[in-house]
């Protein structure tokens, strides 16, 4: 054997020994301390922007320099000398005046922010002070656009739709923060009495959360066609729509898919449904039409968002709305015999995903209205839903934030209503919700005249068809809510107590409240369209309060609850998640899972259970031979009170509810992703690796240059070494 072959064998053998008794781990260990519990801001686009945060591709790194207060952001921007900084914030001190001082320093690579659920700030909201206002209805107009006459969300800071130069990350395990703070900060970088910096060595960070889109939607959605060659077909089957586009779609779930992303349309399913199906009167005539205008469409959004990803609670933002309508929908579903589907006006639930994103959802809906069939496609000479178009839908209950247990205002539209027939039909819901209100002691007044709409789906609608409608708050010119959009908007915040497993229905004061605001919405719609009122039970028309508080310890604290066992099939229960749902849209692919529970839900409160077994509940031709009006679900049910091992008796349950793509019509084929008609909202995918933070010590310039010259001082002398033992290794090595 050759002398540099032995050489070069017996350095590869110690180096795999090296590696094998975990060498290397140990000196990364010695080197690096990693902070893995964490969670980050991320890059959103649309038509126009970039928004969010990513870090370099390679990461960003700085000296910790840690801010409890902001009194102290000033050393740090006047004095600070060892830039770049990474800056650790309590979330006292992390708000929008901050972070904008900070990218205005030119010092800061990044920002790490201590997060908990106990020392909370007075107020926080990183969405805008006028939410939607790029797609509100009024746009144009000199006196109500852009919240010229109300400031909806005074504490918005708009962090959400900032391009902010580096990353943010939350910090959430309070080891790792003890460490970042006691072993990082204090230890070496605490400037000595409070001004003086210190030496060399410095404890410094890593922060590494790169994303690989850029620009704009339309910039980013084009790259990532460029290398896709093969255009096909995508039908939606589980929505009845097809579409062409110039994606790859996901076999499986029908959602389009990009071939190689640079980012992802934000996306979901929209859930609905009618107290009964509405029919043709005459199957054979396809001319035959519903009534124009006697649709009641009761509308809530199921979506939040947030800055960092994974943490989007939306207590006050979107669940008190959407437990409140459910609520509403079951007390309707439970007497429903007594409204005629013929005579009576047909009453719509809708659940929208995406409006926090300029009304996607709704937007969604009406476009796939108007362009049909929706909900499904009916052919001639067969039995089948009738189509609905917007101009069916002549009335509007939207349930907005409805949380806070002072009083209620309904809002409507100061345009419309000055046409005498939309505002005959405001004012009747309007005295309809202060009647029923003053039977249950709740507070509901009329907004004043002068005030346009807060942010809501119905904005969407009256875009296109004059219609009546009216939106349930509980504010009148500014939101009641200090945490909209946030992080922060948890359950806490809105006076409601913790329940446990075993006490999941009790009735806390949040829930009999909402308890309360769903039969005033229940009652209201009964009575518009029945036109009287229900004198069913000594009772009156009532929504359940132990299923209110049930839904809230559902959607609050535990998705393994029992309502959510009960309405999930086997396959879905077993996705029931151990944490709290997160309530952000997501990117276009399965519907979420808070879309698949409410559409369950739903359907148990609106729908008939019927003698199937599971097995024909779930077969397609089973559906078409029994009822073509319906969808069939199959729901695990309760559990069995007769078995040992908790077995459940199942049940399968005709409905009418059903799921429609929450999408932006921008992202379908001959429409403009770069234009203002529909909105365009994408997220950038990662790059490669997990988002992680490290911690390491970064020694002095000088120590830096002194290693970098032995260093090279040694490859210097190593290489004539390594060739003269090359020339000499047949006398060094004797050959055998």
Not at 278 to 306: C, H, P, V, Y
Not at 463 to 480: A, Q
Not at 486 to 494: E, G, V
């Amino acid at each position: 054997m050759g002398g540099i072959g032995f050489i070069s064998m017996t350095l590869i053998i110690y180096c795999s020994l090296l590696y094998d008794t975990g060498w290397c781990d140990r000196v990364h260990d010695k080197i690096y301390y990693d902070v893995f519990s964490i969670t980050q801001c991320f890059r959103r686009l649309n038509a126009t922007h970039q928004v969010g945060c990513a870090s370099d591709q390679g990461g960003n790194v700085g000296v910790l320099h840690y801010v409890p207060a902001e009194a102290e952001l000033n050393w740090l921007i006047n004095n600070g000398p060892h830039k770049p900084y990474i800056v650790l914030l309590t979330q006292h001190v992390f708000n929008g005046e901050v972070i904008h001082a900070l990218r205005k320093s030119g010092k800061v690579n990044g920002v790490l922010v201590i997060m908990n659920t106990t020392d909370l700030p007075a107020h926080f909201s990183p969405d805008s002070s006028c939410p939607n206002t790029n797609f509100e209805l009024y746009k144009g107009d000199s006196k109500y656009e852009h919240c010229k006459s109300a400031m909806w969300n005074p504490m918005g800071n708009d962090l959400l739709m900032t391009d902010i130069e580096f990353p943010i990350v939350a910090l959430l395990n309070e080891t790792q923060i003890s460490f970042l703070i006691d072993e990082c900060y204090e230890k070496f970088n605490k400037p000595v009495n409070g001004t003086t910096p210190r030496s060399y060595p410095l404890c410094g960070a890593e922060i590494k959360a790169g994303m690989d889109a850029v620009k704009n939607t339309p910039t980013c959605i084009n790259r990532g066609k460029t290398r896709n060659l093969n255009p096909r077909t995508v039908v939606l089957s589980d929505y009845s729509l097809s579409v062409i586009l110039d994606d790859i779609t996901d076999s499986v779930s029908g959602f389009p898919q990009f071939s190689e992303q640079i980012c992802d349309p934000l996306g979901d399913a929209n859930v609905f449904g009618f107290l009964h199906p509405i029919r043709f009167q005459n199957k054979t005539d396809f001319n035959d039409t519903l009534e124009e205008g006697s649709i009641i469409m009761a509308a809530t959004k199921l979506d939040a968002t947030g800055l960092f990803q994974y943490i989007v609670p939306g207590a006050y933002t979107t669940v008190a709305g959407f437990v409140t309508l459910l609520a509403a929908a079951q007390a309707l579903g439970s007497v429903k015999e007594s409204i005629d589907p013929v005579r009576d006006k047909p009453i719509m639930f809708a659940f929208f995903q995406g409006e926090s994103f300029d009304y996607m959802g709704s937007i969604r809906m009406l476009y796939d209205m108007e362009h049909g069939p929706f909900p499904t496609e009916v052919i001639k000479d067969s039995d089948g839903p009738h189509p609905i178009k917007p101009g069916h839908i002549g009335y509007f209950l939207e349930v907005g934030q409805v949380a806070s247990l002072s009083g209620l205002y309904s809002h409507s539209d100061p345009r419309s209503n000055q046409n005498d027939t939309v505002k005959s039909g405001v004012n009747k819901m309007e005295d309809l919700l202060e009647k029923f209100g003053k039977d249950l002691n709740i507070s509901i007044k009329s907004a004043s005249d002068d005030l346009p709409l807060p942010p809501s789906s119905l904005q969407t609608f009256l875009k296109k068809i004059n219609i009546s409608g009216v939106v349930l708050t509980d504010h009148e010119r500014k939101f009641e809510n200090q945490f909209y959009n946030s992080y922060l908007d948890l359950y806490s915040n809105i006076n409601y107590t913790a329940t446990t497993k075993d006490n999941q229905t009790e009735v806390t004061a949040l829930a009999q409240h909402l308890t309360e605001v769903a039969t005033v919405v229940a009652r209201t719609l009964y009575n518009m369209s029945t036109g009287h009122q229900y004198n069913g039970s000594d009772n009156g028309l009532m929504a359940d309060s132990s299923l209110v508080a049930e839904m809230l310890y559902c959607f609050f604290l535990s998705p393994r609850c029992e309502l959510l066992n009960f309405t999930s099939d086997e396959h879905l229960a077993k996705r029931l998640p151990e944490v709290p749902f997160d309530y952000y849209v997501g990117v276009e692919r399965d519907p979420s899972l808070v879309t698949l529970h409410i559409e369950r839900i739903l359907s148990y409160f609106i729908g008939n259970a019927v003698n199937l077994t599971a097995e024909n509940c779930t077969t397609y031709e089973t559906h078409h031979q029994r009822n073509p009006y319906y969808n069939y679900m199959w729901m695990r049910g309760p559990v069995n009170a007769s078995s040992a091992t908790e077995e459940r008796v199942g049940l399968c349950m005709e409905t009418t509810v059903n799921k429609s793509l929450a999408t932006s019509p921008a992202f379908i084929k001959g429409n403009d992703l770069s234009g203002t008609e529909y909105p365009s909202w994408s997220e950038s995918v990662w790059s490669a690796g997990i988002p992680n933070v490290r911690v390491f010590l970064i020694p002095d310039k000088t120590y830096e240059i002194v290693t970098l010259c032995v260093g090279i001082a040694v490859l210097v002398v190593s290489l004539p070494t390594l060739f003269l033992f090359n020339r000499r290794a047949t006398i060094l090595f004797l050959a055998e």
